[in-house]
């Protein structure tokens, strides 16, 4: 009999924001686990199930606390004979926590970030650490590494990685934006930064480097996302003032950093395996980025990426500057950094962990 498995999660995120996770269950699917979820059914990726065969139920929490929701979820648990429930967000762990009280069904959680989930904080044990939660699964390392130094009465393997991979497919028709509207000059290096302003991704220090950069280097910044506005001050006081672009929030952000030359993400803390850095390693830009917990695994430096401390505005110019100085090596490193993200960090390597995670659940 395959693994029955009844994963909860929100789809209603732009489809490339969850294609990596849909794509795993998909995956799953294909690989023999009978798959099933629960989300809105207006939901893009809804559709996308639909089509691989798999049941869509069209319902999600609405509140952290809702009964309604919990008899709904039990509902379906006692008729569907569930084998395991995978819980994706906060709606769906408090809910369905209480939904499986009592059944013979394995719950898994999952938990994309570091931080914020200590032994002595009581609400914990209403969600991840609750006495019915079977397993975790980590979006990288660094999440796993957190989750098993707090817990308490629980053996290490209770918190295990499985990344959400991407495949190189995806990349392959992405095709180049026209990036005229910048009125970059013929010979600059264009470098793209993605992300939304939040202290945690570090454009502040990202803006610092270009002090440490010499001052007349055709060098031009992209920064694309929300609210990178708010640098404008420090922009304004920066020798490349005249350098650094706020592209905004691009719903083609994806073919800005293909028609780019390289790409930087000067993130800080708090991150697991962060999207943008993904994107740009699969679409083979030549990156630096910062060796904060969450980017372990994910290059070699001076191999497949550039790799900087953390809140180090130099380190971060002189990962610039030598790709500006070495072109030739730039491009190698874009495309060894394709060659290494892609074996890596897959959907089919994604899938096997994931099974492996329910088999081990189900036939210990």
Known sequence: MPIKVLVISSYNDAYNAVRPEG????GLHRAGVEVEVMTQ???EYAGRFREAGIKVYDFHPKKTWDPAAVRYIRRILKEGKHDI???FNKKA???GVRAARGLPVKVVTYRGFTGHLNWYDPSVYLTHFHPRVDKITCLADSVRDHVRSNLLFRPAEFAVTVNKGHDLSWYEHIKP???SEFHLPAGAMVVSCVANARPMKGIRYLIEATHFLPPDAPIHFLLIGNGMDTFSDQ????????RIHLAGFRRNALEIVAACDASVLPSIKGEATPKAALEALFLGKPLVFTSIAGNKNMAIHGETAYVAP???PKALAEGLWWMWQHPEERRRLGENGRQYISTHFSVARSV???KAVYTSLCHP
């Open 177 to 179: 934006a026209d990036l």
């Open 41 to 43: 059914g207006n939901a």
């Open 93 to 95: 762990v408090v809910n």
């Open 235 to 242: 922009i304004e006081k920066s020798p490349y003032h005249d």
């Open 310 to 312: 953390p809140c180090d």
């Open 85 to 87: 429930l995978h819980l």
């Open 23 to 26: 794509e795993l269950f998909i």
């Open 352 to 354: 096997q962990e994931m």
